[in-house]
């Protein structure tokens, strides 16, 4: 497939519609095409089932999709909108419709749309780019690994082989261009210390360990400023996105009740969190706004939050 080729269809995955509203996170149609991608590179096939999609998109969105119920009907019956991707069909030909009651009872099935799969046999490098993209829009990078591995995707190793063979060239990563100081930034303005625990880390001259954590995601709007971030040790930068470590209004550290840790290091490095003081900044740098704060409570954080101890 040439590179126009490939344009096309990014922009048709660019282009999907998804819900936007007071900028709440919206990943339900991204879940399901990621979980289709996966089927097809592991089976050759993209279909699912409703049963199945009820359940395995139905995990996704709850471990990967905002802190709210949400229901798989939704993106399975609506991505058919956005053309030529998604195609549901029934045994009787009839509209499911988006209640679960009929798609049940009319066995209804989806799959990538067939021009779509064509695509995608005719250009190996078409899913990787797809997925990736998918990916970048959606979820920091911490995450993308795990997104990718829930959703049946080696993107990793899909595209080193690749870029082995030469299908996919470094050019054509999806990546948007990020401020590059903003890590040593935000590093700086906590002292080079972990807001949560106080890690401070090096080997020989050079900081291990810690990272710029976005409070605002930067794939929903959140910018690369020191007010939107705080540094975090890697684990704790992990946890933060992915839900079971918070910020509360008054800047401490919220730990979520659906968190569940015996031993005594789940104990010492997150459970006793649960409302600790965030460290500030060091004097004339800016403390995590009250906006960004809340965006990460509402859109991230797996409430309800534990009592401090």
Known sequence: MTLDGRSIWLERVNAIRQHQRCAERAPHKPLLLLLALGRFSTQGSSELTWPDAEEHLGRLLRDYGPPRKTNPAYPFRRLANDRHLWVVETATGEDPGETIGRLRELDAKGHLDPEFEAALRADPALLVLIARTLLEQNWPATLHEEVATACGLDLDRAEAELVTSRLLADRERTDRRRDPVFRERVLMAYEYRCAFCAFDGRLDATVVGLEAAHLRWWAHGGPDEVDNAVCLCTIHHRLLDRGVLGISADHA??????????????????????????????????????????????????????LAG
Do not use: I, N
């Open 253 to 306: 550290v919220t730990v979520s009740r659906h968190f569940v840790g015996y031993s005594d290091a789940a104990q010492q490095l997150v459970l006793s969190l649960a409302g600790r003081p965030v460290r500030e900044p060091q004097p004339g740098e800016p403390p995590p706004a009250d906006h960004h704060v809340a965006w990460h409570a509402e859109q991230v954080f797996r409430g309800p939050a534990r």
